[in-house]
């Protein structure tokens, strides 16, 4: 089948850019001699997860519980959750897949550790548990020093918890355009994790995992040391933010646009004009709206949630009734999440079709 | 089950609300001694089709094609397709619901009818079409007056296919807060309409149906005469724009806000500060940020794909840990898609689950 063939609009990844990405990814870990947990969020599947762990992963993150149950279903084994799990009926469901997978739960909370141990005693299952420390992005996570090493002594204390280590995300800085100023941003965030990890192994306590880091800061990262792993998500497919953030040898981020979306022309109204299938349910606006590729002149602009609007301000639109139109996401992650299923392709020729079984897993 | 129970983020309605909503909606058609056709793509739901049905609705709108087919596989009988139909992987597809149930097409181009009837023609199968007509909203349709009644007439001249009447639909005034405003707005809409539909009487073709009007209009279009059948969609569920939307009594429109969502607190970093589990993922953005209900001095910001922040500028945050908080979203069609299931209820309590089957079909 060709891509000229399918309907639209539809999400399509190119497998052969994807496949670098990959590589990419796993070069920069296996050089700085640390491992990667890519983040999952970025692409809700489990056969992708399978691809990434051929190629190196040490397992995934899941931001959500809902998540991490559809990579356990999928065969995933090894699955970090870096968003706290509240409450008693996402502690049920969190007991459920730490029996049956390597889990790992962050925690930022006493009370929600203590509540935690509670179930994990009840539910006769120990697994591993990680402090998020709040490196500077102002969400989640315990202020760097003491009150990291509270929380980890807290965790210490119990019998049917086990303390691996911290994670430091700083989301803020991912996409900073200028090199510089992203590595100063990134090594300050960094600086305050590893810090934590000294001050909680100068009071006796192993902190083996250091984890964080995201697609923006990987290469900074790595080649500052200090981090046991990786979580990059949008490496993968990139989007025209992404696709603007300076690399360390002056060029931008080397990681390819894989990830495009295909709208059709459903309706020529004015001649410099055309009306597409694509609006606010087939692509992510929180970004802005997408760029159209090889199409010169031309603006989009959303036309609701089911239209898309393509205006040629100084000529006339090229495109007729059926024609295929190509653009990059602003935002992966949250275009992603709009589709059940990316279809991949090689050059002209559809390859495969991925299901993004996690998709609306929000809970 | 009570709604404290529930996982969070999830999306709720108000069902005794939603049941007023309906109500109301019903009424205003019967006033008026016209039809009314709530569009799909407001709840992608057969379940809820089926009770609008039952509340008088003469069928339903589809956006998109997709959506139609899963409103024929789930017993919706009575489907009007509110967006062009492009191209022959489409049209197969139109063919084979078309022969299932009694669905009507909408066209603006020549070229798109002749394709149609052939494959009309080949099917063998015999469906009606309504002409769109641009009545201000510069997206699909073909001109108002002579554009149209040509168009009408190669509908007439195709064996295959029935000419049912026009359609018009003006979206960018739905949400136009001053009465007055919007009602002149929507008298200049519908007088377009009619006057072409008076043109096409004038040379000798039926207009049995004009469909069109929204929410936003359905009190004035309702009123002024003319549209056979309207087209509301977000009156069930209304959100935080349309609830700016004043009505012909100097009210604020009467629908409710059946729709909300119902958010964890995960995360209390600061005494002023609280963060939540839904973010870009589980609300839209598109609209703006959600409402907080009942939430005085609280300001919602996205963090993230996945989290939520409430920040008091004015003093501390009374919420905890595991904590629920209910929103109003802005935009409620972009949010509904991002969710598999409704989570209806009365009161306190849990009354049902109703399907989003339609969620996602974009195609």
Request: a negative charge; charged letters at 20%.
């Amino acid at each position: 089948m060709k891509i000229s063939e399918l309907d639209t609009p539809v999400l399509l990844v190119d497998e052969d850019a994807f496949n670098r990405n990959l590589k990419r990814m796993q070069t920069i870990a296996a050089d700085a001699g640390i491992a990667y947990r890519p983040h999952a969020k970025a692409h809700k599947s489990p056969e992708i997860a399978k691809i990434q762990l051929a190629h190196g992963a040490c397992g995934v993150c899941c931001a959500k519980l809902g998540e991490a149950e559809v990579m356990v279903a999928g065969g995933i084994e090894d699955i970090l959750i870096t968003t706290p799990v509240i409450g008693p009926s996402k502690l049920i469901r969190l007991m459920d897949i730490a029996s049956r997978a390597k889990v790992t739960a962050v925690v930022d909370n006493a009370a929600n550790v203590a509540e935690m141990a509670k179930f994990a005693h009840i539910a006769g299952v120990r697994f591993g548990v990680v402090v998020e420390v709040d490196v500077g992005q102002n969400r989640c996570g315990v202020q760097p020093g003491e009150l990291a090493l509270a929380l980890a002594r807290a965790i210490k204390d119990e019998p049917w918890l086990e303390f691996h280590g911290l994670q430091g995300y700083q989301g803020a800085i991912q996409m900073t355009a200028s090199f510089e100023d992203r590595k100063a941003a990134a090594d300050r965030a960094l600086g305050l994790l590893t810090g934590t990890a000294e001050l909680l192994r100068a009071n006796g306590i192993e902190v083996p995992v250091l984890t964080g880091g995201g697609s923006g800061t990987s290469v900074i990262d790595a080649a500052a040391g200090g981090l046991t792993e990786l979580q990059p998500g949008g490496y993968l497919f990139m989007d025209s933010r992404y696709r603007q953030v300076e690399w360390d040898d002056g060029n931008i981020i080397p990681f390819e646009q894989s990830l495009t979306l295909l709208a059709g022309v459903i309706s020529r109204p004015a001649p410099n004009r055309a009306i597409l299938d694509m609006g606010l349910k087939a692509v992510s606006s929180d970004g802005g709206p997408p760029v159209p590729l090889d199409l010169p002149g031309a603006d989009f602009r959303f036309a609701g949630e089911e239209h898309g609007e393509l205006v040629w301000s100084g000529g006339d639109c090229p495109l007729a009734l059926g024609d295929q139109v190509r653009f990059a996401p602003t935002h992966c992650d949250t275009t992603v999440n709009l589709y059940d299923r990316f279809i991949s392709y090689s050059g002209d020729d559809v390859t495969g079709v991925w299901e993004i079984a996690a998709r609306g897993r929000v809970q």
